[in-house]
């Protein structure tokens, strides 16, 4: 029993066995959907990374309130 030519890949996104095709414009993901879901990960972390400058003219012992 010989293994299929196209190697198999995990899909990033939901880690799916997917076959790596050159016809798969998608890889390494299983489908566009799961393409998208990743970009669209990726687009949100980088959101969340610009510090609010607002926040910087507040006083930091606001914390303790927490303790
Ligand atoms: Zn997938």
């Known amino acids: 029993m010989t293994p299929p030519s196209s190697p198999v ?3 990033p996104t939901c880690h799916k066995k997917t076959e790596w ?3 798969n414009e ?3 993901f299983c489908s566009e959907r799961c393409k998208l879901i990743d970009l669209g ?3 949100s972390e980088a959101h969340k990374i610009p510090s609010d400058p607002a926040n910087d003219d507040e006083p930091s012992n606001q914390d303790s309130y927490y303790l």
């Open 9 to 11: 890949v995990s899909c």
């Open 21 to 23: 095709r050159t016809d």
């Open 26 to 28: 998608f890889r390494p």
């Open 41 to 43: 990960d990726w687009a």
